[in-house]
């Protein structure tokens, strides 16, 4: 097996319980960093991982009203590299390489435009280190704003063409619609042109980045040839991590570029 790239979103519904503010979902991240630590040292996987904010960030955007106070800006940042420490300590615990990257640190968007300082990421992963990036708040050449973990991962997708965009939250795929609803039917593949045509609902908790809809429609902005596959899974299902980053059959909904 050759050297594969893989860039791996691990949603903040995962991790946490997005409808209980700063709830952990400690057994979920312990397994999730045993699973990452078997693919990178079975599979000869370069991984890049990014989380989302779950009940951290999402949650203290929502309690704040929005990002209008220097307050809001200051303590979102805080809760995120809280979040981003907690979840790099139990990579760090089964002996994985994760470096956490503060995303404000090595983002930017310019008239509307993301620009991520993609060397320090190049270099690390050459190295055979892990990034870990996450959902943040960036500056910005009007006022600073959120910055989705999706959008950094379509981003870095662009950039680093893996073999594999891997997107783990906390429902086995995409659904026909609202998971909730019953009837829903697990989609298995989709083309990035029919996601605008599917019933795509609210996220269960505290969200502030538009949710499933939104992570699947930046694909439309940044998708490009060059990467091989990208599958929405469940990140709750024990083994699935390990499976979808070597390349093993993963249930889930496989997107069409
Ligand atoms: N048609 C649909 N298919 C799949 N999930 C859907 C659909 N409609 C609504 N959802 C909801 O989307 C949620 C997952 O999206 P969400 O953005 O919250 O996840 P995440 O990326 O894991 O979280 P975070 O943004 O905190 O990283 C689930 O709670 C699911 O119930
Ligand atoms: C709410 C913040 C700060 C990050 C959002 O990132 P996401 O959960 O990936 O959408």
Redesign the pocket.
């Known amino acids: 097996m050759g050297i594969t790239i893989n860039i791996v979103?691990i949603?903040?519904?995962?991790i946490?319980d997005?409808s209980k503010p700063f709830s952990l979902r400690h057994d979920v991240i312990k397994n999730i960093a045993r699973e990452i630590g078997l693919a990178y040292n079975k599979c000869k996987s370069r991984i890049v991982l990014i989380?989302?904010?779950?009940s951290f960030?999402?949650y203290v955007v929502d309690e704040h009203g929005g990002l209008d106070t220097m307050e809001s800006i200051l303590q979102t940042i805080w809760y995120m590299r809280e979040l981003n420490m907690i979840f790099t300590d139990y990579l760090h615990y089964y002996n994985i390489p994760g470096v956490p990257m503060d995303t404000h640190s090595i983002a930017f968007i310019d008239n509307g435009k993301l620009e991520i300082n993609i060397k320090p990421i190049r270099k690390a992963i050459n190295n055979n280190f892990i990034p870990i990036l996450y959902?943040d708040i960036v500056f910005t050449d009007d006022i600073p704003t959120i910055l989705?973990?999706?959008e950094i991962a379509w981003y870095l997708a662009k950039e680093l063409r893996p073999s594999r965009l891997l997107?783990?939250?906390?429902?086995r795929?995409?659904?026909?619609?609202?998971?909730?609803i019953e009837g829903?039917k697990l989609l298995n593949l989709i083309s990035l042109k029919e996601i605008k045509d599917?019933?795509?609902?609210?996220?269960?908790?505290y969200?502030v980045?538009g949710?499933?809809?939104k992570?699947l429609l930046l694909g439309t902005l940044y998708a490009c040839e060059g990467i091989l596959e990208v599958i929405v899974f469940s990140g709750l299902e024990k083994g699935n991590i390990f499976k979808a980053i070597c390349g093993y059959s993963v249930e889930g909904t496989r997107i069409m570029l």
Do not use: L, Q
């Open positions: 979103k949603g903040g519904s995962v946490t997005k989380h989302g904010g779950g960030g999402h959902g989705s973990g999706d997107f783990a939250t906390s429902v795929g995409i659904y026909d619609r609202d998971p909730s829903a599917i019933d795509i609902g609210k996220s269960h908790g969200d980045t949710g499933m809809k992570k």
